[in-house]
T-cell receptor, first 111, second 111 residues
Framework: DAGVTQSPTHLIKTRGQQVTLRCSPI?????VSWYQQVLGQGPQFIFQ???????GRGNFPDRFSARQFPNYSSELNVNALLLGDSALYLC??????????FGPGTRLTVT | AQRVTQPEKLLSVFKGAPVELKCNYS??????LFWYVQYSRQRLQLLLR??SRESIKGFTADLNKGETSFHLKKPFAQEEDSAMYYC?????????????FGTGTRLTVIP
């Protein structure tokens, strides 16, 4: 198993645009979480999905949305991009409670 | 409010010296704490969790509820221990289990 995979690796967008990031969890994992990591900070929780339902949401504006598909993969969407959205976006999958396995991340740059 | 504090952004020790990475937390519930590590050009990975009480790569961490601390220790640092270390607190918010990370400590082991 390749572990958690994310695409794309890098992305450059302009302010006001929209972006979609993708994540494939480890086979058998039904929970996917998204984190934002700004340079110099620890990852910050955005969303968690379990069995295609949103289980939790961090302190992020409504411009951020996500969904989980029947195969448990997930997409994170960010609308109306701001310069401050530039960050590494991490996806993590888990079987159930607590232990989360992280993907390599998608580096988003907003210019 | 929950909080995870890692007071040292940078920590340098000589090879063979003891190392301690500090982590303090603030949480009203029963804490479940983790240490994650990120080696150069690798993804974030779980190092250890306090529930398992195990030693990984020579590292140990004891939860001290009285001092609200979960410091990471290793008696003899090795060059391969150089990495970014994050302390994380598991939060259970309305069924979601999300990790609240500290800002991280970059450990450099000097040969």
């Amino acid at each position: 198993d390749a572990g958690v995979t994310q695409s794309p690796t890098h992305l450059i967008k302009t302010r006001g645009q929209q972006v979609t990031l993708r994540c494939s969890p480890i086979s058998g994992h039904k929970s996917v979480s998204w984190y934002q990591q700004v340079l110099g900070q620890g990852p910050q929780f955005i969303f968690q999905y379990y069995e295609k339902e949103e289980r939790g949401r961090g302190n992020f504006p409504d411009r951020f949305s996500a969904r989980q598909f029947p195969n448990y993969s997930s997409e994170l969407n960010v609308n109306a991009l701001l310069l401050g959205d530039s960050a590494l976006y991490l996806c993590a999958s888990s079987l159930g409670v607590s232990e989360q396995y992280f993907g390599p991340g998608t580096r988003l740059t907003v210019t | 409010a929950q909080r995870v504090t890692q007071p040292e952004k940078l920590l340098s020790v000589f090879k063979g010296a003891p190392v301690e990475l500090k982590c303090n937390y603030s949480y009203s519930g029963s804490p479940e704490l983790f240490w994650y590590v990120q080696y150069s050009r690798q993804r974030l990975q779980l190092l250890l969790r306090h529930i398992s009480r195990e030693s990984i790569k020579g590292f140990t961490a004891d939860l001290n509820k009285g001092e609200t601390s979960f410091h990471l220790k290793k008696p003899f640092a090795q060059e391969e221990d150089s990495a970014m270390y994050y302390c994380a607190l598991l939060l259970d918010q309305t069924g979601a289990n999300n990790l609240f990370f500290g800002t991280g400590t970059r450990l450099t082991v000097i040969p």
